[in-house]
């Protein structure tokens, strides 16, 4: 065992030590104290050398919340992030983790995780570890040269590239509205309808407000988003509202009457019920709100999936179909009546989206040889090679 003397704390203004233990002779300890001293005089001295992964990431947590100013979303998304690095990890000293083991850590993730979630794994590791380089805990970043490896795309894998997501054709997508207004429970028609005619997000429908309904000079309607619902618990009384992740995301698009005549029918419905239950009712203006025991507050996400998925068996549709495959179905039909995809993401709230450029470069496929067919029976009625 050592100890030596390491500076002012400049916070307190008094001496500062650290102790060593652990060496197995007495030369092995003063070798590691000559190099500390060494190192101190250098002026490399690591701010809490002891600090394992476990601890410091949780100081990370903090600091990038501060720093970035970054939503609870990512931040949750963040420590399920961390949560799997931590069986590597865990206890060992932030200066102790090696390149190896960090390149190995991510090798053994690699066969468990598809190759987005990996790399989302990586990032967080690469900021974990550079925030401690940044404030000394560690010399050397050993995620400075890690890489995710590349394995070989299977024959699924492949396949899956060129799989589309689900959505409905516009036969389906009837039969669907038509079954939520006969046999919907309450709401279930004008939610659904908002969210295939306007394309909006599930997260972007539940916070809308009486005030994102605006009227135009000439009596038609427009409707503003800029909020997303956050509720991770489903429990009613815990949302939050936050800020669309893009600046893309906070828009304003036109409705049609439909849109309209089922925001305004909410609205007036809401009014009444108000009325009834007084001050048990959260007055903040939202629409699409729950009637039950907590009146007034935003209805949340995982209602409108469970309703959803009992509209879709009642009408004998894909049960798999989710909420946000509206979204897909909305940008189907929009390429189908020939609005370009440039109107289409910007009417979604992307600036770039693979997935919506696949299901408009399919629907727009199919479009183009309706054109070509179209030309070739016009030209057959008055070409005549014989």
């Not at 092995?28 to 476990?54: C, P, Q, V, W, Y």
């Not at 890489?147 to 894998?157: F, G, H, M, S």
């Not at 988003?225 to 992740?245: D, E, G, R």
């Not at 179909?321 to 909305?330: E, F, I």
Request: one cysteine or more; charged letters at 30%; proline letters at 3%.
């Amino acid at each position: 065992m050592f100890k030596i003397y390491t500076g002012i704390d400049p916070a307190t203004g008094k001496r500062k030590h650290t102790t060593r233990r652990g060496f197995k002779t007495i030369g092995e300890a003063r070798t590691a104290a000559r190099h500390m001293e060494n190192e101190i005089e250098a002026g490399n001295s690591l701010k809490d050398i002891h600090i394992t992964f476990k601890s410091f990431s949780e100081l990370w947590i903090n600091i990038y919340q501060e720093e970035r100013g970054v939503k609870p979303g990512t931040i949750r998304i963040r420590r399920h992030e961390i949560n799997n690095l931590l069986p590597f990890f865990k206890n060992i000293k932030m200066a102790d983790i090696t390149q190896e083991q960090y390149q190995t850590a991510l090798s053994k993730l690699n066969r468990q995780f598809a190759k987005n979630t990996l790399a989302g794994i990586h990032r967080t590791g690469r900021m974990i570890f550079r925030k401690a380089l940044e404030k000394e805990v560690i010399k050397k970043d050993p995620t400075e040269f890690a890489y995710i490896p590349k394995a070989a795309q299977t024959i699924e894998e492949l396949d899956s590239f060129y799989e589309l997501p689900k959505y409905m054709e516009k036969e389906d997508l009837a039969l669907f509205l038509k079954t939520a207004k006969e046999k919907g429970l309450d709401l279930d028609f004008e939610i659904f309808v908002t969210l295939a005619y306007t394309g909006i997000r599930i997260g972007e429908l539940c916070p809308l407000k009486e005030t994102d309904l605006i009227k135009n000079n000439d009596g038609s309607y427009l409707l503003s988003i800029t909020k997303t619902y956050y509720n991770p618990n489903n429990n009613i009384k815990s949302f939050k509202l936050v800020t669309p992740k893009t600046i893309s995301s906070r828009r304003i698009i036109d409705i049609d009457n439909l849109v309209v005549n089922c925001l305004q029918s909410v609205i007036e419905r809401n009014k009444e019920i108000k009325r009834i239950v007084g001050k048990e009712y959260l007055d903040e203006g939202f629409i699409f709100v729950n009637n039950g025991t907590n009146p007034g507050y935003p209805i949340y996400v995982k209602i409108i999936q469970q309703r959803m998925k009992r509209i879709l068996k009642l009408a004998n549709l894909n049960e798999s179909l989710t909420p946000h495959s509206l979204r897909h179905t909305h940008t189907s039909l929009l390429s189908e009546a020939g609005v370009s995809l440039e109107r289409i993401m910007e009417r979604l709230g992307h600036s770039d989206d693979d997935i919506t450029k696949k299901v408009y470069l399919h629907t727009t496929e199919a479009v183009r040889k309706r054109d070509a067919e179209k030309f070739s029976n016009l030209m057959n009625g008055v070409l005549d090679f014989d």
